[in-house]
Structure formats: structure tokens, C-alpha cells
Nanobody
Framework: QVQLVESGGGLVQAGGSLRLSCAAS????????IGWYRQAPGKQRELVAA???????NYADSVKGRFTISRDNAKNTVYLQMNSLKPEDTAVYYC???????????WGQGTQVTVSS
């Protein structure tokens, strides 16, 4: 079992920055990839950024150059640094831990990010 807890969301003006954290606990050694997803009202959940156990990263085109995913292995935490935020970045942000051997992903509870214009 894996538990994920997000934090760091809030209200920020356009052009501002936020850093989200995803703290993992439980059988963290089983996690292959951690991804940040977001879901805006009336829209489907979409992948924002992901980082693999080996450190490879990928980003949605809409956030490339503005968002950075990173991890602190000592703290079992993955971060999403979000800069130059836009109103369209407003969403609930979730982290997901993919465990390939279990063929499932574990979700956190989400954290709200609101960007005002």
C-alpha cells in the first residue's frame, strides 16, 4: 500500500508561483513513477508532469518551461514548482504513484490551485 498526501495549493495572482508537495509513505519502494495531474471544473483529469524512479521527467506541452517536477528522496517527497501561473492553471492538483507490479496507481486527496487574473 502507498499513501500520498499533497500540500501547497492556494490562491495566487497570474504570473505568480506556487510549489506543491506530494509526500509518500507506505511501500514507497514499489513506486515506479509519480505524476502530477490536474482537473479543472467540467474537464477531464490530465497529466501535468511525471518523474520516474530513474529520474526521467516529462511535461504536458501547456506547462513546459513554467513547471518543474523534482524529488527529495530523503524526504520521500515529490515537488511541482509552478511559475508564471495563468488563470487556466486553476484546478485541483493530484499526485499519483504508479506501481507497475500491482498494475495500479495510488491517488492523493488533491490540493486546490486557484490563479486569479
Amino acid at each position: 500500500q502507498v499513501q500520498l498526501v499533497e500540500s501547497g495549493g492556494g490562491l495566487v495572482q497570474a504570473g505568480g508561483s506556487l510549489r506543491l508537495s506530494c509526500a509518500a509513505s507506505g511501500s514507497i519502494f514499489t513506486i515506479n513513477t509519480i505524476g502530477w495531474y490536474r482537473q479543472a471544473p467540467g474537464k477531464q483529469r490530465e497529466l501535468v508532469a511525471a518523474i520516474t524512479r530513474g529520474g526521467s521527467t516529462n511535461y504536458a506541452d501547456s506547462v513546459k518551461g513554467r513547471f518543474t517536477i523534482s524529488r527529495d528522496n530523503a524526504k520521500n517527497t515529490v515537488y511541482l514548482q509552478m511559475n508564471s501561473l495563468k488563470p487556466e492553471d486553476t484546478a485541483v492538483y493530484y499526485c499519483n504513484g504508479l506501481v507497475v507490479t500491482q498494475n495500479r496507481g495510488y491517488w492523493g486527496q488533491g490540493t486546490q490551485v486557484t490563479v486569479s487574473s
